[in-house]
């Protein structure tokens, strides 16, 4: 999933919110990578995921799970190993442009069949949209004072 992420705790001022509006637009060389749902209330996807992942490992559907932001490295710099916790959450910093929240499921198969995860409706907390449509239409503003 494309993350438009930013920091809780940053302050932006007038003058920078042009530059932090452009920061959240989908980067062009994503476009390619398939059709897009505006996620609106952010808090309550991750809930519901979270709520159909915890009853699978209930069920016993699933051994492990795990969400995170992706992070990148150098791959021309790094040597060395990655810790076991961020495996599966690190790419080469190439695919940076891709701003990816990753969700990694152990469904301790061997079968070959994808694990879909039922999440329910969740129509009341996204938009439909293409990432033109995202990117044309992305509106920032500061909160009246």
Not at 130 to 139: I, P, S, V
Request: proline share 1%.
């Amino acid at each position: 999933m494309y993350s438009l992420s930013f920091k809780a705790d940053q302050e932006i001022r007038e003058d920078q919110l042009q530059e932090f509006q452009n920061s959240l637009k989908i980067d062009q060389r994503n476009f390619g990578l398939g059709k897009y749902v505006l996620v609106t209330e952010t808090e309550a996807f991750v809930n519901r995921v979270k709520t159909a992942l915890k009853k699978s490992r209930e069920n016993g559907d699933i051994k492990w799970w795990a969400m995170h932001l992706a992070s990148y490295f150098d791959h021309k710099t790094f040597s060395g190993k990655f810790e076991e916790e961020k495996w599966g959450f690190i790419k080469r910093n190439i695919f940076a442009a891709q701003k990816e929240y990753r969700i990694i499921v152990d469904a301790g198969s061997k079968d070959k069949e994808p694990f879909k995860l039922q999440i329910g409706d969740i129509s009341d907390i996204t938009e439909i949209m293409t990432t033109e449509c995202l990117n044309r239409t992305l509106k920032v503003s500061l909160p009246s004072s």
